[in-house]
């Protein structure tokens, strides 16, 4: 398309590819400057009922101002093709100043404060950006960050009835994105949040989550989470837990670790809630590295990442500590108060049976997560040993993964004692290594022709 001219906008040169279209520098005749012409792929606009939807989506994002978000000029449909003009940023891409080690860690938190302080401006419009990654992410020459597609990943989503706010599963989410143009969604789901890996709506927390990899990737030179395949990495989001960025890197100030472990909890409640409070975090780390002081981790943010692993690690929710706890008063007064003996073995006997009953609960969960997901004509077996399930599949396709995890996280929300349980998806054994897997204890079902 170079050197054509759709609508008042003469193409110039081609600029880069995504998962959406094609990128162009354009010059606007109207107004004689430049912009970045963005072309729609034709496959993601067909839809008669989605395409508005994005429009309009498109169009509230248009509307942000602010020096972080390039602003969206345009957008339109000629000769059936649709585009969006958008500001040209001049610079170079954040993986490219990762790439090229350019970035140092004055530079790296000055970009993140930008990008938070531009999130916030976003997310209090009810904007959220769904595909923050460090390709995405523009820094000019002067070292002015600009964030890129702000609100326009909305197109990669299909047209559904429910709202941002709502928390309800929607795995039709992710496995749209694996069908859509794999290059490019494979290296956005590195950046994924663990809602958005498990299919479920989406919180201005998802696009916090994302920044917190942008920051830890700046700061470190690696990306967080990492697997051997997309289906890995995943299960590395949605699971694993990062190794603190002081411990990559020995000369990092310990209130980044605090700060960026702080964006990458598992639990969007258990995150920055909204990005004006990582900015205010940001600007005062900011100021203590140009002043060269130390700061140390405060009692009191110790006292609160101790709170934040204690819920994200302990099994037992607010609601069950408080049963609980109810339980062993009751038994205390039973004990101290005077009652016959007789009744009081009565009291133990039931309370042996409530006992075996939740202790149980487990097993019995778990034998329904069997047989749903043994129902899977992928599946070729699934071994248990103590809180580690491994599901083989002869492929691991992305409804089989969202299906598992949605059913582990509902057990695992279920439980009243023990650890939760983890899962792995596994189809890369070779056949000496499933043999081995049939040999060893913990197989609870293996398909009739494995």
Same mark, same amino acid.
């Given at each position: 398309?170079?050197?054509?001219?759709?609508?008042?906008?003469?193409?110039? =040169?081609?600029?880069?590819?995504?998962?959406?279209?094609?990128?162009?520098?354009?010059?606007?005749?109207?107004?004689?400057?430049?912009?970045?012409?963005?072309v729609l792929k034709a496959d993601l606009t067909k839809d008669p009922n989605r395409l508005p939807r994005f429009l309009?989506?498109?169009?509230? @994002?248009? *509307?942000?101002?602010?020096? @972080?978000? /390039?602003?969206?000029?345009? $957008?339109?449909? /000629?000769?059936?093709?649709? !585009?969006?003009?958008?500001?040209?940023?001049?610079?170079?891409?954040?993986?490219?100043?990762?790439? +090229?080690?350019?970035?140092?860690? *004055?530079?790296?938190?000055?970009?993140?404060?930008?990008?938070?302080?531009?999130?916030? =401006? @976003?997310?209090?419009?009810?904007?959220?950006?769904?595909? $923050?990654?460090?390709?995405?992410i523009m820094v000019t020459r002067d070292g002015h960050a600009k964030l890129l597609d702000f609100g326009l990943a909305k197109l990669l989503k299909p047209d559904k009835s429910v709202t941002e706010t709502q928390t309800a599963p929607d795995p039709k989410e992710t496995e749209t994105m694996f069908q859509?143009? *794999?290059?490019?969604v494979i290296g956005t789901i590195a950046y994924m949040s663990p809602e958005q890996a498990r299919g479920q709506a989406i919180k201005p927390t998802s696009d916090i989550f994302s920044l917190g990899i942008v920051i830890y990737?700046?700061?470190?030179?690696?990306?967080? !989470?990492?697997?051997?395949?997309?289906?890995?990495?995943?299960?590395?989001?949605?699971?694993?837990?990062?190794?603190?960025?002081?411990?990559?890197?020995?000369?990092?100030?310990?209130?980044?670790?605090?700060?960026?472990?702080?964006?990458?909890?598992k639990r969007p409640e258990n995150r920055y809630?909204?990005?004006?409070?990582?900015?205010?975090?940001?600007?005062?780390l900011k100021h203590d590295i140009e002043?060269?002081?130390?700061?140390?981790?405060?009692?009191?943010?110790?006292?609160?990442?101790?709170?934040?692993?204690?819920?994200?690690?302990?099994?037992?929710?607010?609601?069950?500590?408080?049963? /609980?706890? $109810?339980?062993?008063i009751i038994a205390a007064l039973l004990i101290i108060t005077k009652i016959h003996w007789a009744n009081l073995?009565?009291?133990?006997?039931?309370?042996?049976?409530?006992?075996?009953?939740?202790? +149980?609960? =487990?097993?019995?969960?778990?034998?329904?997560f069997v047989a749903k997901i043994s129902k899977f004509p992928d599946v070729r077996a699934i071994s248990i040993r103590e809180n580690q399930i491994t599901v083989i599949a002869e492929k691991a396709q992305a409804k089989l993964y969202i299906r598992i995890n949605s059913l582990i996280d509902s057990i695992n929300n279920k439980l009243y004692i023990g650890k939760h349980l983890e899962v792995a998806v596994r189809d890369d054994l070779a056949p000496e290594e499933f043999q081995n897997i049939l040999r060893e204890s913990g197989v609870v079902y293996v398909r009739n022709d494995a």
């Open positions: 398309m170079i050197n054509k001219t759709i609508k008042h906008y003469k193409i110039e =040169k081609l600029l880069g590819k995504g998962g959406m279209g094609v990128v162009y520098r354009a010059h606007d005749t109207r107004l004689d400057r430049p912009v970045a012409l963005k309009r989506e498109a169009r509230s @994002a248009a *509307a942000i101002t602010h020096p @972080a978000i /390039a602003q969206v000029y345009d $957008i339109d449909e /000629a000769e059936g093709t649709t !585009f969006i003009a958008m500001e040209y940023v001049e610079g170079q891409t954040v993986s490219q100043l990762i790439a +090229n080690r350019e970035l140092d860690l *004055a530079g790296s938190v000055e970009i993140a404060l930008q990008l938070a302080e531009g999130l916030n =401006k @976003a997310h209090k419009t009810n904007i959220i950006h769904r595909d $923050i990654k460090s390709d995405n859509t143009v *794999a290059g490019t990737e700046m700061v470190t030179g690696e990306m967080p !989470f990492k697997g051997d395949s997309p289906l890995d990495t995943m299960h590395s989001i949605a699971f694993e837990e990062v190794r603190p960025v002081t411990v990559i890197r020995k000369n990092l100030p310990p209130e980044l670790h605090r700060i960026v472990s702080r964006c990458l909890r809630q909204n990005a004006g409070d990582l900015a205010s975090d940001l600007k005062r002043s060269g002081v130390q700061r140390s981790i405060s009692p009191i943010h110790r006292l609160q990442e101790l709170g934040d692993w204690l819920k994200t690690s302990l099994p037992f929710s607010p609601k069950n500590i408080a049963t /609980a706890a $109810i339980i062993l073995l009565w009291l133990v006997i039931v309370g042996l049976m409530i006992y075996r009953y939740i202790r +149980n609960r =487990k097993n019995r969960m778990l034998k329904r």
